[in-house]
Protein backbone atom coordinates (compact mmCIF):
# COMPACT_ATOMS: atom_id res chain seq x y z
CA UNK A 1 0.00 0.00 0.00
CA UNK A 2 1.39 3.28 -0.86
CA UNK A 3 1.92 6.18 1.45
CA UNK A 4 -1.06 8.26 0.06
CA UNK A 5 -3.38 4.93 0.20
CA UNK A 6 -2.53 4.68 3.58
CA UNK A 7 -2.93 8.72 4.63
CA UNK A 8 -6.11 8.50 2.86
CA UNK A 9 -7.27 5.26 4.76
CA UNK A 10 -6.10 7.08 7.89
CA UNK A 11 -8.27 9.83 6.92
CA UNK A 12 -11.56 7.93 6.58
CA UNK A 13 -10.88 6.07 9.91
CA UNK A 14 -11.25 9.37 11.52
CA UNK A 15 -13.98 10.51 9.30
CA UNK A 16 -12.25 13.13 8.14
CA UNK A 17 -13.47 15.35 5.03
CA UNK A 18 -10.87 15.54 2.45
CA UNK A 19 -10.11 17.94 -0.25
CA UNK A 20 -6.67 18.12 -2.25
CA UNK A 21 -5.65 21.29 -4.13
CA UNK A 22 -1.94 21.60 -5.82
CA UNK A 23 -0.64 18.46 -4.08
CA UNK A 24 -1.86 19.61 -0.36
CA UNK A 25 -4.43 18.13 1.00
CA UNK A 26 -7.08 19.24 3.50
CA UNK A 27 -8.69 17.66 6.15
CA UNK A 28 -11.42 18.88 8.70
CA UNK A 29 -14.20 17.91 10.61
CA UNK A 30 -16.43 19.03 13.65
CA UNK A 31 -14.88 18.37 16.93
CA UNK A 32 -17.43 20.19 19.45
CA UNK A 33 -20.84 22.51 19.15
CA UNK A 34 -22.48 24.42 21.30
CA UNK A 35 -25.93 25.74 20.66
CA UNK A 36 -27.42 28.18 22.97
CA UNK A 37 -30.35 30.10 22.91
CA UNK A 38 -30.49 32.32 19.77
CA UNK A 39 -26.21 31.37 19.27
CA UNK A 40 -24.15 28.33 17.91
CA UNK A 41 -20.72 27.75 18.50
CA UNK A 42 -18.54 24.94 17.14
CA UNK A 43 -14.91 23.61 17.39
CA UNK A 44 -13.35 22.25 14.25
CA UNK A 45 -10.60 20.00 13.70
CA UNK A 46 -7.88 20.81 10.88
CA UNK A 47 -4.90 19.47 9.02
CA UNK A 48 -3.26 19.74 5.82
CA UNK A 49 -0.45 17.25 4.75
CA UNK A 50 1.74 17.39 1.36
CA UNK A 51 3.92 14.46 0.37
CA UNK A 52 7.08 14.94 -1.07
CA UNK A 53 8.20 11.64 -3.02
CA UNK A 54 11.40 12.73 -4.19
CA UNK A 55 12.71 13.62 -0.72
CA UNK A 56 10.60 11.06 1.22
CA UNK A 57 8.91 13.63 3.73
CA UNK A 58 5.27 13.87 4.79
CA UNK A 59 4.98 17.98 5.64
CA UNK A 60 1.98 18.33 8.29
CA UNK A 61 -0.17 20.81 10.08
CA UNK A 62 -2.79 20.89 12.11
CA UNK A 63 -4.87 23.43 13.96
CA UNK A 64 -9.10 24.11 15.67
CA UNK A 65 -11.16 26.60 14.81
CA UNK A 66 -13.33 28.01 17.32
CA UNK A 67 -16.61 29.78 15.52
CA UNK A 68 -19.90 31.05 16.38
CA UNK A 69 -22.66 32.75 15.46
CA UNK A 70 -26.38 34.37 16.40
CA UNK A 71 -26.39 35.90 19.67
CA UNK A 72 -22.99 36.21 21.83
CA UNK A 73 -21.57 34.15 18.70
CA UNK A 74 -20.47 37.57 16.72
CA UNK A 75 -19.61 35.19 13.86
CA UNK A 76 -15.74 35.30 14.77
CA UNK A 77 -13.04 32.78 14.73
CA UNK A 78 -9.79 31.73 16.56
CA UNK A 79 -7.58 29.09 15.79
CA UNK A 80 -4.25 27.23 17.37
CA UNK A 81 -2.03 25.97 15.04
CA UNK A 82 -0.23 22.97 14.90
CA UNK A 83 1.50 21.15 17.09
CA UNK A 84 5.14 21.89 19.04
CA UNK A 85 8.23 20.09 18.51
CA UNK A 86 7.04 18.47 21.75
CA UNK A 87 5.73 15.91 20.23
CA UNK A 88 1.84 14.70 20.12
CA UNK A 89 0.58 16.01 23.10
CA UNK A 90 1.64 19.72 21.86
CA UNK A 91 -0.87 22.54 21.11
CA UNK A 92 -3.48 20.83 19.74
CA UNK A 93 -3.50 18.54 22.73
CA UNK A 94 -3.29 21.52 25.06
CA UNK A 95 -5.80 23.44 23.41
CA UNK A 96 -8.35 20.11 23.15
CA UNK A 97 -7.97 20.62 27.25
CA UNK A 98 -8.81 24.19 27.59
CA UNK A 99 -11.75 23.42 25.06
CA UNK A 100 -12.90 20.66 26.84
CA UNK A 101 -14.32 23.01 29.80
CA UNK A 102 -16.66 24.88 27.15
CA UNK A 103 -17.35 22.12 25.43
CA UNK A 104 -17.95 18.32 25.27
CA UNK A 105 -15.19 17.24 22.96
CA UNK A 106 -16.31 14.25 21.01
CA UNK A 107 -13.20 13.58 18.73
CA UNK A 108 -9.68 12.69 19.25
CA UNK A 109 -7.62 15.43 17.56
CA UNK A 110 -4.20 14.17 19.05
CA UNK A 111 -4.90 10.93 17.84
CA UNK A 112 -4.31 11.67 14.13
CA UNK A 113 -1.17 13.59 14.08
CA UNK A 114 0.09 10.84 15.67
CA UNK A 115 -1.13 7.78 13.72
CA UNK A 116 -0.02 10.23 10.26
CA UNK A 117 3.64 10.17 11.97
CA UNK A 118 3.40 6.32 12.68
CA UNK A 119 2.34 6.04 9.32
CA UNK A 120 5.11 8.07 7.40
CA UNK A 121 7.83 6.79 9.29
CA UNK A 122 6.54 2.59 8.73
CA UNK A 123 7.07 4.42 4.84
CA UNK A 124 10.20 5.42 5.12
CA UNK A 125 9.06 8.87 5.10
CA UNK A 126 10.25 11.81 7.50
CA UNK A 127 7.27 13.67 9.03
CA UNK A 128 7.93 17.02 9.64
CA UNK A 129 5.55 19.04 11.42
CA UNK A 130 4.75 22.73 9.95
CA UNK A 131 3.67 25.43 12.46
CA UNK A 132 1.52 27.03 9.87
CA UNK A 133 -0.53 25.92 7.23
CA UNK A 134 1.83 28.51 4.99
CA UNK A 135 4.99 26.58 5.30
CA UNK A 136 2.66 22.90 4.41
CA UNK A 137 1.80 24.46 1.21
CA UNK A 138 5.01 25.92 0.55
CA UNK A 139 7.20 22.65 1.19
Known amino acids: MSIEEELRGIA ?3 GLDSKEEKGVVALSRPAAEKKGFLSKRKVTYRALYKIDPEKKELHFTEFLVESGSGAGGTGSESWSTG ?9 V ?6 LAKKYQIHFPAVEVGVRFRQAAEAGGYAFTYQKTPRKVRKA
Open 83 to 91: RDKEGPEGR
Open 93 to 98: GKRMSA
Open 12 to 14: AEF
